[in-house]
């Protein structure tokens, strides 16, 4: 169960708090809805930030009477973002701090305890051929916690975003299952679908000329048997999510790209919400996602909630500069 009898949230699976950035563009706005949606399922404080920074093309000292006004100017920004939030569910409130953005907002997650932080792909710089901003970049390899990531195509909506539908991808390994308590808790308070999905691989055979019948006929078996352990594990999962008040839905496919297969059912069942752990059955936990996650967050036309669990943030602490380039987010667009 992931909701307790009065449908309030579960303290079990609770984060102490939500994080969400701002700089002071429209795109960087669209994640507000979501910060406050995402937060109030969760039973999580929010703190809106903005790191103030000082232009790098201009050398000489700040004026300090103008670096003031823009100090004040950018807290009544923060306290007018805060009172748009007045239908969330969530405690709302706002800070602007100054500094380099991607470092300062580093330190204020790790000093306040942050369990998720909150971005768009782009901001003050706009639409970029490169799929995440430079600072959007930067702290998805570095910052602690899990990320819900806003795509900056997102149309602004509600001031409270709700999700009708929630896609849970997984691949039969306890890492991507750490997701599954986050997932059913948001599904739960919007009353949402959750659609569980899983891409049942093909097995290879190591083939030098064409397969003989008993090859064709070990396939077949393999395949078979695979398919009847996913059904097995997905029905698992359904009964135990299953609470009488969420709808469960599973899909399972079979082979092909597993991201492309992933992105497929988001887009065919118009889902508003990923939830996903970032690894998987690969278990790189020095890396900031594995390869499936990675891809589905450029892919994605619909916000990404990528779950970090404890290892994970532990490895990338302990081991920082070890993924290999091929590891990292790919820079443009899937096509």
């Given at each position: 169960?992931?909701?307790?009898?009065?449908?309030?949230?579960?303290?079990?699976?609770?984060?102490?708090?939500?994080?969400?950035?701002f700089d002071g563009s429209d795109l960087g706005e669209r994640s507000l809805p979501h910060a406050v949606a995402v937060a109030g399922a969760l039973g999580a404080p929010v703190t809106l930030l903005r790191v103030l920074e000082r232009s790098t093309d201009d050398h000489a000292p700040a004026d300090p009477l103008q670096w003031e006004i823009q100090r004040r100017e950018a807290r009544e920004y923060m306290r007018r973002l805060a009172a748009q939030c007045a239908e969330a569910a969530a405690p709302v409130d706002s800070e602007v701090i100054e500094g380099k953005a991607a470092e300062e907002i580093c330190r204020w997650s790790a000093d306040h305890d942050v369990g998720l932080t909150v971005i768009t792909t782009h901001g003050a710089g706009g639409y970029s051929p490169w799929t995440l901003a430079s600072t959007a970049r930067k702290l998805l390899d570095r910052a602690p916690g899990?990320?819900?990531?806003?795509p900056s195509t997102a149309q602004p909506g509600d001031p409270v975003a709700h999700y009708r539908r929630v896609l849970l991808p997984l691949d039969g390994s306890p890492q991507a299952e750490t997701a599954l308590p986050i997932a059913a808790r948001i599904a739960a308070a919007h009353e949402s679908e959750l659609i569980v999905a899983h891409v049942?691989?093909?097995?290879?055979?190591?083939?030098?000329?064409?397969?003989?019948?008993?090859?064709?006929?070990?396939?077949?078996?393999?395949?078979?048997?695979?398919?009847?352990?996913?059904?097995?594990y997905l029905d698992r999962l359904r009964a135990q999510v299953s609470d009488?008040?969420?709808k469960v839905r599973v899909i399972l496919l079979q082979g092909g790209d597993v991201a492309s297969r992933l992105a497929g059912v988001a887009a065919r069942e118009q889902v508003d919400l990923v939830v996903l752990s970032?690894?998987?059955?690969?278990?790189?936990?020095?890396?900031?996602c594995g390869g499936v996650t990675a891809e589905l967050i450029v892919r994605s036309s619909v916000p990404v909630l990528v779950v970090r669990?404890?290892?994970?943030?532990?490895?990338q602490r302990i081991a920082p500069g070890l993924e290999p380039p091929a590891a990292r987010l790919p820079q443009h667009a899937a096509s």
């Amino acid at each position: 169960m992931v909701q307790n009898q009065r449908g309030r949230p579960d303290g079990r699976h609770a984060l102490r708090r939500v994080l969400a950035c701002f700089d002071g563009s429209d795109l960087g706005e669209r994640s507000l809805p979501h910060a406050v949606a995402v937060a109030g399922a969760l039973g999580a404080p929010v703190t809106l930030l903005r790191v103030l920074e000082r232009s790098t093309d201009d050398h000489a000292p700040a004026d300090p009477l103008q670096w003031e006004i823009q100090r004040r100017e950018a807290r009544e920004y923060m306290r007018r973002l805060a009172a748009q939030c007045a239908e969330a569910a969530a405690p709302v409130d706002s800070e602007v701090i100054e500094g380099k953005a991607a470092e300062e907002i580093c330190r204020w997650s790790a000093d306040h305890d942050v369990g998720l932080t909150v971005i768009t792909t782009h901001g003050a710089g706009g639409y970029s051929p490169w799929t995440l901003a430079s600072t959007a970049r930067k702290l998805l390899d570095r910052a602690p916690g899990s990320f819900l990531i806003i795509p900056s195509t997102a149309q602004p909506g509600d001031p409270v975003a709700h999700y009708r539908r929630v896609l849970l991808p997984l691949d039969g390994s306890p890492q991507a299952e750490t997701a599954l308590p986050i997932a059913a808790r948001i599904a739960a308070a919007h009353e949402s679908e959750l659609i569980v999905a899983h891409v049942v691989p093909v097995p290879e055979l190591m083939q030098i000329g064409p397969l003989e019948a008993e090859d064709i006929e070990l396939s077949d078996r393999l395949r078979r048997r695979n398919d009847r352990v996913a059904r097995a594990y997905l029905d698992r999962l359904r009964a135990q999510v299953s609470d009488g008040h969420t709808k469960v839905r599973v899909i399972l496919l079979q082979g092909g790209d597993v991201a492309s297969r992933l992105a497929g059912v988001a887009a065919r069942e118009q889902v508003d919400l990923v939830v996903l752990s970032a690894h998987g059955r690969s278990g790189r936990l020095h890396m900031p996602c594995g390869g499936v996650t990675a891809e589905l967050i450029v892919r994605s036309s619909v916000p990404v909630l990528v779950v970090r669990s404890r290892a994970t943030r532990t490895m990338q602490r302990i081991a920082p500069g070890l993924e290999p380039p091929a590891a990292r987010l790919p820079q443009h667009a899937a096509s």
